[in-house]
């Protein structure tokens, strides 16, 4: 598989020959502030051995343009040697060095070295994104994690800069204009984990020190950095607080030093993903600086990310998966660490499993229903195919199986397990054996089947109770069944699991509340599972199968149980368990076994009771969801009309200045559609308007603002005032979505053009026009698009970047022209393009899947 789209076969085979030494990195990067400049200078040497003398191999680069290759101190013709992604070389020796100069290009699409320019000041910045093989956009490489070795970076930059990387800066040479930051070698790492980082960022330091076991102190130096713009809204003390509580905790747990020096955060711009784990040296995005007041939700989750990275310092960073077929052995582990330890390590966030339940798992389910599904250790054939896996499998459904797995092999052998395993395998690579050898040891259970059942197959099962009462009202058999998943294999015959479960029963206390009456934990094995702890019990109100969130699955309920949901869900006294119940009637709804005007209805009568703001602002996407793909066209409008007349009530009645306030007025702007409510958001801009307690601030005017383009209710030129008013990167990306969401053919036009008839725009503005393109009102407008889509689909994957390429995919898929006609158009691709790209038809089989999906749910809507 020659060019770009590196093989696992290709990665085995260097593998097998060759070892790394040391990387010794060179970029001068004194072009970056001239927007004229395209590339950087990169100068790479690279000392590596052979087993086999005298073979051949290749090292990785995507750059314009080779100055000169030396192997061993012979010139190769870079005109004979390199293809645009790879330096052909020939007869190595026992050991090697290898020379590279070459001119890499800087980036706008998140990919390699990306610059940008800051409108609000005109400063330049520059950081590295390089997962998962983005490295030889920078420097040449041998682009596989399992080739680990030191990095020796230094970086020529304006003199004005500073430069981080992922090892503490050893010296600094002036020179005139410009400065050169000698770094000190790094440990043994993977090529997609080095960074750099440089710009005039502002910085805030703090340290964290720690006395080891052996009586000497360990000191952490601590940075936080962001643009000079973003400084007056950086609440760097609460970064750098989370910041600390995480060392302190994964210190206790994991009983291994933190193996990196310092430990930089970096919040940068026009960022694809949310961080990224590079040893040292963590990157952002830059939207968890926030510029108005946001929810406590919004806390929560930035804590919850920075625990996160912070876990990938041991899981994937110190120890890293061999390829990406074992991608989980870091994501699910810092995917559930994230959450355990808001928790662990005392942080003021007290609902991280309540937020995994309702949040991380709905992803999960979503990807696990797909035709496309894996198990969570994958089959990953080639870098494409990589770059799609790090999805709801790989994290979320990892995560929620890793904490089934604590509670099945204990907590204190799981983490005992784990210090094993990176005393074991410390800065090398492993695979799912060496993981489950070590919880095998320390737990003293054979894990093979478990791994079979949940690790190595595909799909979720569906658990639903079934109740048999006598004339009494009392349970004379209440048994746990269970659908299958996908996926079956020998460990898990049927597509059937082992479950550890626990079975809540709900009845009304002298308040009203539902609380919980009784609790049975049993484990759920095969189609159907008795529970005879609770015969001759009265039959409760609530049977919630599942309680606690103990294990990944659907839940259904029985039919009187349904009912006391239709008339109390928001009557669950338990946080979680009400969580999991919302969960429960979105899956229905999502399967088309509730009609989504029933679930419209539970959201308008129950969303103003609950308590958790994460929850809350789920509910509100699910419910416009509910109403853009699910109900019945004929009731569409109606759906529409609802969501805003009571997005208006609830807010209205929400505490003045509070989260809830502010997260119905965010609902009221994105389902405002009739005169009554655009008036009131025309009103609140103007200040014309008021409503006690709400502050209409920045982020909150570009919300309104939104709605009244889409409603073809703003002016270019009063967009235009406001980004005058906001000359900000936030500003851009907002207006430039304002202005693609305007219920004009011009609009859409426009939109589509300056996506695919250029590649100049940036990342961020490539999501910001497909976002306004795509309203839900305007399917009309969008309509012709449909058959286009289809036609430019080879061409986008060839001629794009991947990431792009993504974006472009999912972000044009004609979604909203919900009928058999998009449905048969999907097909007709399909099974006219057998030979495109695999990563390409994945994406498309999904977006396929979404619209059948959304068919079977009207259709279950208009029954």
Known sequence: MPGKNLSREEARQRADILEVDGYRVHLDVTSAPDPAAATFRSSTTIRFRCSRPGSATFVDLLAPAVRSVRLNGRALDPAEVFDGARVALDDLA????????????????????????????????????????????????????????????????????????????????????????EFAPTRPISTYLTAVVAGPYHVERDHYSRELPDGSTLEIPLSALCRKSLARYFDADEILGVTKQGLEYFHDEFDYPYPFGKYDQAFVPEYNIGAMENPGCVTFREEFIFRSKVTEAAYE???????????????GDLVTMRWW???????????????????????RFHSAWITFANQRK????????????????????????????????????????????????????F?????????????????????????????????????????????????????????????TELVVLQDGAAGDTASAPGGLRPHRVAVGCYERDSDGALVRTDRIELDVTGARTVVPELAGRPRPALVLVNDDDLTYCKIRFDSESLETLRTGLGDIADGLARALAWSAVWNLTRDAL??????????????????????????????KGAVDLYADPQWRAEGGRLLAEGALRELRAAEPGGDHQLAWARFLAQTANGSEHLRLVRGLLAGTARIDGLAVDQELRWSFWLALAAAGEATEQELAAELAADNTASGRRQHTQCLAARPTAEAKAAAWSAVLDSDELPNALVEAQIAGFGQAGQRELTAPYAQRYFELLERVWAERTIEIAMRIVGGFFPRL????????????WLTGHPEAAPALRRLVLECRDDLARALRAQACDGA
């Not at 490295?135 to 004005?160: C, G, H, I, Y």
Request: charged content about 25%; glycine content about 8%.
């Open 94 to 181: 026992a050991e090697n060095v290898l020379e590279v100069e070459a001119d890499c290009a800087y980036s706008r699409t998140g990919e390699g070295l990306h610059r940008f320019t800051d409108p609000a000041d005109g400063e330049t910045y520059l950081y590295t994104h390089y997962e998962p093989a983005d490295a030889r956009r920078v420097f040449a490489d041998f682009e596989q994690p399992d080739l680990k070795a030191p990095f020796t970076f230094s970086v020529t930059a304006p003199a004005a800069w500073d430069v981080w990387s992922n090892a503490v800066h050893e010296r600094i040479g002036d020179e005139g204009a410009a400065r050169t930051w």
């Open 301 to 315: 989750g930035r804590a919850n990310v920075i625990l996160h990275e912070m876990a990938h310092m041991w899981f």
């Open 325 to 347: 077929d074992d991608l989980w052995l870091k994501e699910s582990f810092a995917d559930f660490m994230g959450s355990y330890a808001l928790l662990g390590a005392k942080t």
């Open 362 to 413: 709905a992803w999960a389910y979503r990807q696990d229903q797909f035709p496309t599904t894996h198990p969570i250790t994958a089959d990953i054939r080639d870098l494409e195919d990589a770059k799609l896996n790090f999805d709801g499998i790989t994290y979320a459904k990892g995560a929620s199986v890793l904490k089934q797995l604590v509670a099945y092999v204990g907590r204190d052998a």
């Open 415 to 475: 983490f005992e397990g784990a210090r094993r395993y990176f005393k074991r395998h410390a800065y090398g690579n492993t695979v799912l054996g060496d993981l489950l050898g070590a919880l095998e040891e320390t737990s003293g259970r054979d894990l093979t089947a478990w791994a079979g059942a949940w690790l190595q197959t595909a799909g979720v099962n569906a658990l639903t109770p079934q109740l048999t009462v006598d004339a009494e009202g009392r349970i």
């Open 594 to 623: 509730m009609p989504a005007r029933d679930y419209v209805a539970l959201v308008l009568r129950f969303a103003g009771q609950e308590s958790n703001i994460g929850v809350l602002q789920s509910l509100h996407q699910q419910a």
């Open 817 to 828: 022209q919900i009928t058999p006609q998009t449905l048969a158009a999907a097909d007709d």
